[in-house]
DNA sequence: ACAGTAGCGGAATGAGCATTCCGCTCTTGC
DNA sequence: GCAAGAGCGGAATGCTCATTCCGCTACTGT
């Protein structure tokens, strides 16, 4: 079940087991991922360790807690969704594109699955997610700002409207499944600069 | 620490004993209200049962589960929404006055005590709480319809988009407190019927 | 080939909680 | 005033986990 053969070799023997402990880091970060997704956040320790093909042991060995582990998962999200920001940021489109398209990729996946809008609620206030999202949050500013000198974004689009309409097209979605589309749509068009419109997803434009 | 006082006499017994269960049965409920309310759904009922001055025991004799108690604490407040519609309905104004002014107070209720939005997903599947919500949407059906016939709301908007709106509600405020203002507002504009406008809340409008 | 040990799997432990059970008290009916 | 019993409070029970602990296996270095 486990892959001894690829543990501690005569050679480096700290690069292997650097690597070898991040290979099983990501194994156990997979399977917790699905586990949770399909069976909700309470799913118990020992079955993460099961659909890893562990023992708790092992689980415990990597993340401390269940709340670290939680928070690990978090972490990952966030940072590919920073990745995704970079990424539109550099892009060839103009940004109001690449903004808005990286909020439908980032909404489906919420939709897709789940858990992560939840467990962010739990473990919000653990160090190592509070710095994840600050960096997330950094990347996004960003994207915003060079969205807005494009002209195309509203000029008091903030960070928090972003996350606002997250937690909204999740809600929607508890609701009834699929109802994040329509959500979606309307925030984005809340969003866009044109016109002279009405309100902004947040009136707090002196947050982040 | 209880009221025996009132229990039983000789006088019509059934009809003492009934208003005497419907009193401790309030109390219970508010108990339960104000526990859950401060200290999140997992409250243990014993916490629940001392809030209210009773043993467990006499908190399962009313209530045969938590998940019942939850249960009738959501219809409670499903019951007051209908009849919410239905003052609204019968109220003075003009129908879309009377709609966003039923919204405003429903919402500024789930924000200052945001149990019932987490109780209603966990207990959306109990018969009595599919009851209440049925007859509860029956209510803010007709009320959705007369302002329509007034003119004042969106052809297209259905009992779907208001529940969205809650969810939305209470989304934004438990990202950021106060959020749920700015969300409820944008809401209320995206219902309006005027002007050509772009899209609703929501397209189900296959929904009561 | 052998002693030493890192790392593993999963049994054992402990805590928290919903729910059940029971002895006790206060009220009733005579 | 007394026996019967309704309804009460809260101790006891049983179960579900998170987390800890430990004997075992497989690899290392000699």
Redo the contacts between chains.
């Keep these: 079940m486990s892959i001894p053969l690829l543990q501690r070799t005569k050679v480096a023997e700290d690069c292997w087991s650097a690597l070898d402990a991040h290979e099983k880091r990501a194994r156990l970060l997979r399977a917790a991922g699905d586990v949770f997704a399909r069976e909700g956040l309470q799913a118990p320790m020992p079955a993460v360790a099961a659909a890893a093909g562990a023992g708790v042991g092992s689980v415990y060995r990597q993340f401390p807690s269940k709340r670290d582990l939680l928070a690990a998962l978090v972490v990952e999200r966030l940072q590919e969704t920073e990745r995704g920001a970079e990424a539109a940021l550099a892009g060839e489109h103009d940004r109001w594109s690449a903004l808005t398209g990286l909020l439908w990729m980032l909404a489906e996946r919420q939709a897709s699955d789940d858990v992560l809008g939840e467990a962010m609620?739990t473990v919000s206030e653990h160090p190592a997610v509070a710095e994840a999202l600050n960096e997330t949050l950094v990347s996004l500013q960003r994207l915003l700002a060079a969205a807005r000198s494009e002209g195309a974004l509203r000029a008091d689009a903030t960070t928090?409207d972003l996350?606002?309409l997250f937690?909204?097209t999740?809600?929607?979605n508890?609701?009834?499944a699929?109802?994040w589309r329509?959500?979606l749509?309307?925030g984005i068009?809340?969003l866009r600069a044109p016109q002279p419109g009405?309100?902004?997803?947040?009136?707090?434009s002196t947050?982040v």
Tied chains: 1, 2.
């Design positions: 609620a928090l996350r606002l937690a909204a999740r809600a929607a508890q609701l009834q699929g109802a329509r959500m749509e309307l068009d809340a009405r309100g902004a997803v947040s009136d707090a947050h």
